[in-house]
RNA sequence: GCACCCGUAGCUCAAUUGGAUAGAGCGUCUGACUACGGAUCAGAAGGUUGGGAGUUCGACUCUCUCCGGGUGCACCA
């Protein structure tokens, strides 16, 4: 009896060793040949191989002829497990066999084993997802929902992948905005606001604040003042901005609590202050920074644009700003946290800044004989509104996250009413829950994220096509078809006997369940969420399809032993899926 | 002015990063058995991938150029 993993989670990797091994039997130069191992659409079969095609190219050869020479070569077990074939001018063409389907549905058939499977991707590696990161005293909109969805996403998918993920909110609690803030605190307080809805009174102190200093130069001066003494440890403004901060954090959690977000640290600007003294030393030590109109900046020689564009690190008054705290960031992950890499989950306009910021990090790194942990600015576009503008409300407000998730949990209330009225009010209140923001998380998710959005409730919630809603019908249809026999998805007793995927509908459904591998694998090679999506949306509509072709609850034992098993599989990778992505799942809707 | 991103079916989006006949959903049109949940399924129509040139076995993808849209560019983050 052989172990469990014997079969390879990633076919794909086994097929692409097979390759090369034949290779080197066909006497072909494996210095210069890649097999190019990749899932292939199905009509052509489950994976493809087009290495032939270049290497024959580079040796003078024919393709086909190669590709013939090659296949003649393949180990025995790739001849077991799959039907071979050369296609047009010199593809090589692998379609799994039923009893291939069958064995990896068998071998990975909870989530644990999936995540074991999938955990060779980044074995151990530490890495530093920076995502969220809202400006405390205000409240999070819109603006912070990208971030915040795609980051959670990103860090679920990395660690399934074998990563130590570090979820770190790096918070904007230290700027000229508290001046004016702590100024207002102590002359115009509402307490009775204040205990109603802190944000609220504080966002309407910063207005009355940053009214009052406008109006008025001495107001500006003493606004000034208290930033002054904060920033030298006053007691009583320190103790101003602390509330200021935690109760900003709380609200953060709210809404971080809908979204299913919690975070490993929380370290923001603040917790930089004392580190960026020593980035000021050793840039201008290392003469990479230098003096420019009174501010300390860096230019980048051999860029075509920074090398007249500053990258500012000090300003002329002599404070801190963001440039410096994030070059400080980037020296505390990777001394405390020995971070591999660092993610960035931070929308497309501020491309410059994290260009500036890497170049800026590597130099200072090189000169300083350390080592640079690997940068990524995971970039996203803007949420549009119908009009093809950022989405605002109409008074051109930014519209609260707390209020578009609300209004979400409400559509989705009055969708589940009209299809389940004989559902439990408290029951339809929590699918509407799990039903609304997931199909806010999935509509952001579902996208590419390098492109802007368009933010449409109709489309999100309509139930069809590439929707969450979608998806859940589909995962609670699956438990409805246990549930009515008395069962659990993954119950051995069903799957007891159950043979190999035999009708046309069966096979389609076993080859897209194998594809969760090659799924997880690319959203996260890539940083791109949407591919999963994808694949979560292509496997639930290839089992609508089996599930009108085929009738699951037969008589049959045999029959009906391997449909429970194909709606087993199906169901754990779609949880597995909507679960990486950051949405909760329900059994019935 | 300089730089970066984008332009794919009427609309909203894909295309595994250079692979095979560019795919989905919505909308439109035609069908589905008294069946495990019809929030479903099967099918049809719809394209010079903004225009042009180039690179190669092969281009939505790379290069150049033009057109159109967006964003950023000295001290807010």
Redesign the pocket.
Same mark, same amino acid.
């Given at each position: 009896m052989s172990s469990r993993n014997s079969t390879p989670f990633h076919l794909l990797t086994g097929l692409d060793s097979a390759l090369k091994t034949a290779a080197g039997a066909a006497g072909l130069d494996l210095a210069l040949f890649n097999p190019?191992v990749?899932?292939?659409?199905a009509r052509?079969?489950d994976f493809?191989a087009?290495g032939v095609?270049?290497y024959a190219?580079q040796a003078k050869a024919n393709p086909r002829d190669l590709a013939t020479k090659l296949v003649a070569q393949l180990p025995d077990f790739v001849r077991e497990t799959c039907e071979v074939t050369i296609?047009?001018?010199g593809?090589i063409?692998f379609t799994l066999k039923p009893a291939a389907l069958l064995g990896w549905m068998q071998a990975y058939s909870t989530p644990a084993l999936l995540a074991a499977g999938a955990a060779a991707a980044r074995p151990g590696e530490v890495w530093i997802v920076d995502y969220s990161s809202p400006?405390t005293a205000k409240q999070m909109h819109v603006g912070h929902l990208r971030s915040a969805v795609i980051g959670e996403a990103l860090a679920r998918i990395m660690a399934f992948s074998g990563a130590k993920i570090i979820r770190d909110n790096h918070i904007?609690d230290w700027?000229?905005q508290f001046g004016k803030l702590i100024w207002a605190y102590k002359r115009q307080l509402d307490a009775a606001a204040l205990a109603r809805d802190p944000i609220e009174e504080f966002e309407r102190l910063y207005k009355a604040g940053n009214a009052a200093a406008e109006a008025d130069p001495a107001i500006l001066k003493e606004a000034q003042q208290e930033l002054v003494k904060l920033q030298s440890g006053d007691a009583e403004d320190l103790a101003i901005w602390r509330q200021i901060i935690d109760a900003s954090l709380t609200a953060f959690q709210q809404i971080y609590d809908r979204l299913g977000i919690h975070f490993d640290e929380t370290l923001g600007?603040s917790f930089y202050n004392d580190k960026v003294p020593l980035v000021y030393r050793e840039l201008a030590d290392t003469g990479l920074a230098a003096e420019?109109?009174?501010?300390l900046?860096v230019f980048h020689e051999s860029h075509?644009?920074f090398k007249t564009?500053?990258f500012?690190i000090r300003?002329?008054?002599g404070a801190a700003?963001?440039a410096s705290?994030d070059l400080a960031t980037i020296l505390y992950r990777a001394d405390h946290f020995r971070a591999r890499g660092i993610i960035y989950v931070v929308d497309?306009?501020?491309?410059?800044?994290f260009e500036q910021l890497f170049l800026t990090a590597a130099e200072w790194f090189r000169r300083t004989r350390r080592t640079l942990p690997a940068l990524h600015h995971v970039d996203f576009g803007t949420v549009l509104g119908e009009n093809n503008k950022p989405l605002k409300t109409r008074d051109g407000e930014n519209i609260k996250l707390k209020d578009l998730l609300g209004e979400a949990e409400e559509r989705a209330y009055a969708?589940?009413s009209a299809?389940?009225p004989d559902f439990p009010e408290a029951e339809r209140r929590s699918i509407a829950a799990i039903?609304g923001v997931g199909s806010v998380q999935y509509a952001d998710l579902?996208?590419?994220r390098?492109?802007? =959005?368009?933010f449409a409730w109709d489309?999100m919630i309509?139930?069809?096509?590439?929707t969450a809603? =979608?998806l859940l =019908?589909a995962v609670?249809?699956i438990h409805?078809?246990f549930r009515?026999e008395g069962l659990q998805p993954g119950d051995p007793e069903a799957e007891a006997g159950a043979g190999a995927p035999e009708t046309p509908a069966e096979i389609a459904l076993a080859r897209k369940i194998l594809k969760f591998a090659?799924a997880v694998r690319?959203a996260n090679d890539?940083l791109?969420p949407?591919?999963l999506c994808?694949y979560l949306y292509e496997l639930a509509?290839e089992f609508?399809?089996f =599930?009108?072709?085929?009738?699951?609850?037969v008589d049959d034992h045999a029959i009906r032993a391997r449909r429970l098993l194909l709606c087993a599989r199906t169901v754990l990778m779609l949880e597995t899926g909507l679960h990486l992505l950051g949405l909760r799942t329900l059994t019935?809707?």
């Open positions: 190019e990749r899932a292939a659409e052509h079969g493809q087009n095609l270049a190219k296609a047009g001018p593809f063409n400006n904007g700027g000229t600007e420019s109109q009174g501010a900046v075509p644009r564009q500053p500012i300003k002329s008054d700003n963001y705290s497309s306009r501020q491309r410059d800044h969708l589940v299809k389940s039903v579902a996208q590419n390098s492109s802007d =959005y368009l489309k309509s139930l069809e096509g590439n809603a =979608y =019908y609670s249809r409805s078809i009515k090659d690319l890539s791109r949407h591919f994808l509509g609508s399809a =599930y009108s072709a085929d009738k699951v609850l019935r809707m």
